[in-house]
């Protein structure tokens, strides 16, 4: 997919994701601008495993490039290169001037407007190599610094200021060939006090009075180039990979961190020792932390890109930082084939968020799968997706299945198959697929391979079905056997289709608990448990480690329940004035979209609901529906936020403010308290939150 990068933004300790191109419309013709499977070959000719050198890639590109921060100006040359005799579609931002367009020594001709992008269809052609020539330049938007995460997310404009240059690939800043992977060298030129990067490798650099200039290589066949720029204080240092190659890391900082350079490549270093040991050897000869005068998290090959704010932020060195590290492995080293799903979001997850869970406790790496599901819970059905039409990051439903689910379902399939074998089929999947193209599929066959099984059942249904199972203990029973050994049998029960699952039982004793795992493949089974002592209960999953679809008493509201639910209703208490319009903001906040508003007279209505007021008018609002607010929370703090789950099973989440500061003072935080049952604030701090305690299906045993 063009333009792609993954990120990194950070919700309450919780990293994220991808952005991409749109699909083009040319002259009638869809460019699809994911992957081509027939690059893959292209891209696997790369030389050794233990560095990334020249790939004979199908498609380079030359480019020199001069920007001005201060006056918001770029110009550019570029050079393609293409070894391919199909039709092309060369793309570049519509808020470019071209100056002067050549392919194979003939003028260009009149390009064809395709929303913010231009683009002109080049014919097919024998002849090889293919030569195009392009020059341009363009003003770039001003640097925004107000933006929120989700707002610089989605920013796909290329923007320049004193403090920082930001031209996303998605901007179409340069010239490129539509759903073509292309390597690359590209040199940049910058006032004196700034410095520039983008990935790939730096080949050469100097600063002079009359500027700064470097010169970035990328040898292999990648998806798009993002470029950074800003007055940075470089701090290097070189590392030695598991094989003895060196490794430059370095972090471009902006003054005001520049104190955290060091550790950050501690930081850095530690995780590429990791995963050199866990997966293979580290596929690039650097990587580097950039820091923005935004709030960015993204990641890209060799870098990442992350908000000053972010930066200080003391869980990220221990979270996100690892994802993106992570990322030139997944998503980096082996390119996603869109087409059939993107996986690199969920084994990254896996592998970095919540394995450093699983390091910290076994608690802990519990708390977060229940997280998963209890956000999955929060959905409705009508934002269910399978795995396979997961792309990108778009929204909270989005990252619920396609970072969450996904993650999950590597860890059923690592409780499977063992992580001896787990770990020996990513090894591999690696070895055979670095630089290339790989699917599901690809992953698929990688784990057969090293277990000696076929998944085919397992892969099927947890890539292709939407939603999840709904898995029922309906019936347990204790019966004595011979020998003085003891019997349970237990039922299960799941609707039509039926999944065939891995459903771990735990029976608990006196002398403890023991697990057993049963093999449910109908819509109600009966299962016989032996135990060697007299068994007291029966639970379903207590561990949390099989997707599924939660009872009400297994997941206790929470708020994003009321925030990522398209049906949730909103009631603003404030009548008018600026109370009302901080309460639209923060409503409007808390579910990425207007609201949609009822008044506050209606009786409850049979949705999930959001209530948002002053506290005495949520007192009285409260009293007229013969509700309260929760004793632990009265007269705490200057803000609170709860949920509760109302009688007909839908949930209410309220917000209530001591005054209008107190409550416009919630915008920026509470959006990133999703996973809490409750929160109370003094001003914008968070000094309390938490969960409702839960209970799990179990029955007790006569």
């Known amino acids: 997919m063009k333009g792609m990068r993954n990120s990194c933004i950070p919700d309450s300790g919780k990293a994220a994701r991808i952005v991409s191109h749109a699909p083009l419309l040319i002259a009638g013709i869809t460019a699809i601008l994911f992957f081509p499977a027939a690059f893959a070959a292209e891209a696997a000719k790369s030389s050794s495993a233990q560095e990334v050198s020249r790939v004979d890639s199908p498609v380079h590109y030359d480019i020199r490039v001069h920007i001005d921060p201060l006056e918001r100006t770029l110009k550019g040359r570029s050079v393609i290169t293409a070894n391919t005799r199909e039709e092309l579609t060369l793309v570049i931002g519509r808020r470019f001037e071209v100056l002067k367009g050549r392919v194979d020594g003939e003028s260009i001709g009149p390009s064809a407007t395709v929303g913010a992008m231009r683009a002109w269809r080049i014919p097919p052609e024998e002849k090889l190599p293919r030569r195009i020539e392009i020059e341009w330049r363009g003003e770039l938007s001003p640097l925004d610094t107000s933006l929120d995460h989700r707002q610089t997310l989605g920013q796909n404009e290329p923007v320049s200021g004193e403090s920082g240059t930001f031209l996303p690939d998605s901007s179409g800043w340069y010239p490129y060939l539509a759903g073509e992977l292309a390597s690359y060298d590209l040199s940049m030129e910058l006032p004196v006090g700034q410095r520039g990067v983008v990935a790939g490798r730096l080949a050469e650099e100097s600063e002079s009075p009359q500027g700064f200039r470097a010169r970035f290589e ?10 950074m720029a800003g007055p940075y204080i470089v701090e290097t240092r070189t590392i030695r990979s598991a094989g003895g190659k060196p490794i430059v890391l370095r972090t471009y900082f902006h003054r005001e961190v520049a104190d955290l350079a060091g550790e950050y490549l501690d930081s850095v270093k530690g995780y590429i020792d990791l995963y050199e040991s866990w997966i293979g050897a580290y596929p690039f000869t650097e990587f580097s932390i950039v820091s923005s005068p935004t709030p960015t998290g993204f990641g890209m090959p060799t870098l990442t890109y992350l908000g000053l704010e972010v930066l200080r932020l003391p869980f990220i060195r221990a979270t996100s930082l690892g994802h993106e590290v992570l990322h030139n492995w997944w998503g980096n080293g082996v390119y996603p084939d869109y087409a059939k799903g993107n996986w690199s979001e969920g084994l990254t997850t896996f592998m970095a968020d919540y394995a450093y869970k699983e390091r910290e406790s076994d608690s802990a790496a519990r708390e977060m799968r229940q997280g998963w599901l209890r956000d999955f819970a929060a959905l409705s059905p009508s934002q269910y997706a399978p795995l396979t039409s997961f792309t990108s990051r778009t929204h909270g439903a989005s990252q619920i299945v396609g970072y969450n689910k996904a993650a999950m379902v590597f860890l059923m399939l690592r409780d499977l198959l063992g992580r001896e074998t787990f770990d020996r089929a990513l090894q591999t999947f690696w070895r055979e697929q670095r630089f290339r193209v790989a699917s599901w599929e690809d992953l698929q066959r990688a784990f057969e391979t090293a277990s000696g099984r076929k998944l085919h059942i397992f892969f099927d249904q947890w890539l292709t079905r939407p939603g999840a199972p709904v898995v029922r203990l309906t019936k347990a029973v204790r019966t004595k056997g011979v020998g003085g050994s003891h019997h349970v049998s237990v039922t299960l029960e799941q609707p039509e289709p039926a ?15 023991e697990i057993h795992t049963v093999d449910l493949e109908n819509t109600q089974q009966v299962f016989s448990i032996e135990t060697g002592v007299p068994p007291l209960e029966v639970i379903l999953d207590p561990d949390l480690r099989l997707f599924r679809h939660l009872m009400p008493q297994e997941a206790t509201p929470i708020l994003r329940q009321v925030m990522v639910n398209k049906t949730t209703v909103t009631v603003l208490l404030p009548e008018s004035g600026p109370a ?45 529906h013969e509700l309260h607010r929760p004793e632990d929370m009265k007269g705490k703090g200057s803000a609170q936020a709860w949920t509760t789950r109302l009688s007909d099973g839908t949930t209410l989440a309220v917000v209530s403010a001591r005054d209008i500061e107190s409550l416009a003072a919630l915008t920026r935080p509470l959006p990133h308290y999703g996973r809490q049952s409750y929160v109370v604030f003094e001003g914008a701090k968070a000094v309390h939150r938490g969960t409702w305690p839960t209970r799990p299906q179990a029955v007790k045993l006569d």
């Not at 990328?218 to 998806?223: D, H, I, L, M, Q």
């Not at 999944?499 to 608990?513: C, D, F």
């Open 218 to 227: 990328f040898p292999a066949p990648t998806g798009g180039i993002d470029l």
């Open 499 to 513: 999944y065939r699952l891995r459903v771990p039982i735990a029976v608990r004793t006196q002398q403890g608990e």
């Open 580 to 624: 009302r319009d901080a309460a639209e903001i923060l409503a409007t906040k808390l579910q990425h979209r207007a609201p949609k508003l009822i008044p506050g007279t209606d009786n409850m209505p049979a949705t999930p609901t959001l209530v948002i007021g002053l506290q005495d008018q949520v007192d009285a609002w409260l009293a007229r």
